[in-house]
């Protein structure tokens, strides 16, 4: 479970730390106060966009950190030793990110750096959010596929089919490739030979170029370079006044002054440091003198060296490594264009027997969505009765379709409001409410199968009446029985439902606006409730209506 989120310089919150608990947790609160922050936080430590307009007015930063303690780590151990960082400290995991103004920003997960990529996969391991507006990715035919597969726990088999599909496409990709039009074949494959050799027998070795470079310069100026370490060289060590000479006069004395006081034995160890230093920089500089005699015919060859690189940076790519990848490339398309019909006759072959297996693990794969699509829908239509159509009906229709990524099926959720209303496909129900009623239906059976353990509702509710607020809040808390569930509400029958009631408020200090979030005890509670009635005169008649309906959820 999410057990402590915390948020510092995001948007209108300044500081604030939210200790959530199992269960349901609703939090309420007056429109504009920051309850979509929280969970703009939460997304933020997910892997969603950072951006820099979500820093508080005033700050250089900002940033949240999401504690999570998790009965069972193995699979988020996997994604983290994988990512080679240390696997969590007693099923603990802490992740933090912070979004600078100016600089790199960080994302740390155990006080360990860390990628978003790393922070994606975690996330969906560990948070399935739904917003306000998610509802609409049920009318999506790939999101309805998606949940008819995790419904049945398909996806070993899904994957087996993907795999077969992959070296399918791969090979019709690459059929493709070989039988698009070349022009005149002939020009094009001399073309391509003279490159080959052209690039062959210039042999451009990566790093080679800048060494060639380095050693002409010096070649170049030999004898300068052979004057300059012979100055250098004498002026340290090979000269009568030189440096070394110097140091052993000095140590004479330190030596002598060591007999009289034994704290200047520390000095003279640091000079004799400094005459080895020197005698190893004299070694240094009579070693590269001695290396640069000059060789007019070594100079020659650089000079040539050079000459080869500068042509095949004009010709072909500014650097060897992209000059190897066009001689690869060249070599392949030659090989390509030179056995061409024999590979497509081959590949032809390989394409009807991949497109074979493709066709086998589709039906397979078919076969059993088929066998979970009426479970599927019957579960989706009971949850839908106990959210106010009691005569609603669910259907999910499966049809042949082309070869794609996904299989071999189109899905087709239907649905019938009520009852002698004929099967509707979900994408033409007008209703928002309805539709948001369905989604909460589907989250709440797959709730049932899902290992995900914290659920995020965003305003669930938006578009549903009182009635009907009251079912949504008792399935969301039902939910809550096998998952922690985040529920941000504007209804009241939705509220007194939840295990934890959070409110989010705001306030006006010094010019500036706060947000704050507490955990409503009973007093406080009743009074949010009767606000969420009532408006902010609090009534005798509301804070009665907000006790009712507490003492009715209980």
Not at 79 to 88: H, I, N, Q, R, S
Not at 157 to 178: H, K, N, P, T
Not at 449 to 478: M, Q, T, W
């Amino acid at each position: 479970m999410l057990t402590t989120l915390r948020v510092k310089n995001l948007a209108l919150v300044e500081k604030v730390t939210v200790e959530f608990r199992p269960g349901l947790n609703v939090i309420t609160g007056e429109t504009g106060t920051g309850k979509s922050i929280l969970i703009g936080a939460l997304s933020l430590l997910l892997g969603d966009r950072a951006e820099t307009r979500m820093i508080r007015a005033g700050a250089d930063a900002c940033g949240a950190e999401a504690v999570f303690q998790l009965a069972d780590a193995a699979a988020v151990d996997a994604l983290l030793e994988a990512a080679g960082l240390e696997p969590c400290d007693q099923g603990q995991l802490i992740i933090r990110r912070v979004v600078k103004a100016e600089g790199a920003n960080q994302i740390l997960i155990n006080d360990q750096p860390a990628t978003l990529q790393l922070l994606k996969q975690l996330g969906e391991q560990l948070v399935d959010m739904h917003g306000p507006y998610d509802h609409q990715s049920l009318l999506n035919p790939d999101f309805q596929l998606n949940l008819l597969d995790a419904f049945g726990r398909l996806w070993d088999e899904r994957a087996a089919y993907e795999a077969v599909f992959a070296q399918w496409r791969g090979l019709m990709e690459r059929l493709d490739a070989l039988s698009s039009e070349v022009g005149d074949l002939d020009a094009e494959i001399d073309r391509l030979a003279y490159r080959v050799q052209d690039l062959e027998s210039a042999a451009p070795v990566e790093g080679e170029d800048e060494q060639v470079a380095q050693e002409q310069r010096l070649l170049g100026q030999a004898q300068r370079v052979q004057e300059l370490c012979g100055g250098a060289a004498e002026a340290l060590v090979d000269g009568e006044a030189s440096a070394f000479n110097a140091l052993v006069g000095a140590q004479k004395n330190i030596e002598e002054l060591a007999r009289l006081d034994p704290a200047a034995r520390d000095w003279l160890e640091q000079l004799r440091g400094m005459a080895v230093q020197l005698q190893e920089l004299q070694g240094g500089l009579h070693g590269l003198a001695g290396r640069l005699e000059h060789d007019p015919q070594r100079l020659a060859w650089l000079d040539e060296r050079l000459a080869v690189y500068q042509r095949l940076r004009r010709k072909y790519a500014p650097t060897v490594p992209e000059m190897l990848k066009i001689l690869e490339q060249s070599r392949t398309r030659l090989h390509d264009l030179r056995t061409r019909d024999e590979q497509i006759a081959q590949l032809k072959q390989a394409g009807a027997q991949a497109l074979a297996a493709v066709h086998a693990r589709g039906a397979t794969l078919r076969q059993q969505r088929q066998a979970v699509c009426k479970k599927l829908a019957d579960d989706v239509t009971g949850e839908l009765r106990a959210l106010g159509f009691p005569g609603g009906c669910f259907a999910v229709g499966l049809s042949p379709a082309e070869p794609a990524p996904s299989g071999l099926d189109a899905v087709e959720f239907g649905f019938a409001p009520n009852v002698g209303e004929p099967m509707m496909p979900l994408r033409g129900i007008a209703s928002s409410g309805e539709i948001s009623r369905v989604m909460l239906a589907t989250k709440v059976v797959l709730a049932q199968h899902d290992r995900i353990p914290v659920l995020v509702f965003d305003e669930i509710d938006a578009n549903i009446g009182g009635v009907i607020g009251s079912a949504v809040g008792r399935k969301l808390a039902e939910v809550g029985r096998l998952h922690q569930v985040l529920c941000i509400t504007h209804l009241p029958q939705v509220a007194v439902f939840g295990q934890t009631h959070l409110a989010v408020t705001k306030a006006v200090r010094d010019g500036r606006t706060y947000t704050e979030v507490q955990v409503l005890e009973e007093k406080a509670r009743v009074e949010e409730l009767a606000r969420m009635l009532g408006g902010r005169e609090l009534t005798r008649a509301a804070l009665t209506h907000a006790r009712e309906m507490l003492a009715g959820a209980a």
